[in-house]
């Protein structure tokens, strides 16, 4: 059914920037908001980003606010996570994510809210490495 795939991860200084992008594919008529997660090794996963389909609506983790922008193209079905100032802390995998069911605006109100959602799409990740 719905599949997603992220790019646009690789290895950067500090410092340096990054763009990753999702594209979904499938039944994405029901998809309500999109965003990203990251986990580093033998961390616990992280909300980054989430950003409402219908538009005027997104939200950030406190770590990455004011450096990462969420940003979507819905003709091309793409969610993007532009990553500038990038810290070694941002070192992880980034998973694209996106809600399963329809949902009505302001059902998510937080990236927390974004982060305890069960029901999501996965994809399967792409490395963000930052070096010192």
């Known amino acids: 059914q719905v599949q997603l795939v992220e790019s646009g991860g690789g290895s950067v200084q500090a410092g340096g920037s990054l763009r990753l992008s999702c594209v979904i594919s499938g039944y994405t008529s029901r998809i309500a908001y999109m965003g990203w997660f990251r986990q580093a090794p033998g961390q616990d996963r992280e909300g980054v980003a989430a950003?409402?389909?219908?538009?005027?609506?997104?939200y950030y983790a406190d770590s990455v606010k004011d450096r990462f922008t969420i940003s979507l193209d819905t003709a091309k079905n793409t969610v993007y996570l532009q990553m500038n100032s990038l810290k070694p802390e941002d070192t992880a995998r980034y998973y694209c994510?996106?809600?399963?069911?329809?949902?009505?605006?302001?059902?998510?109100?937080?990236?927390?809210?974004?982060?305890?959602?069960?029901?999501?799409?996965w994809g399967r990740g792409t490395q963000v490495t930052v070096s010192s």
């Open positions: 950003s409402y389909t219908g538009g005027g609506f997104t």
């Open positions: 994510a996106a809600t399963a069911r329809p949902l009505f605006p302001h059902t998510i109100t937080s990236i927390a809210d974004f982060s305890n959602y069960e029901d999501l799409y």
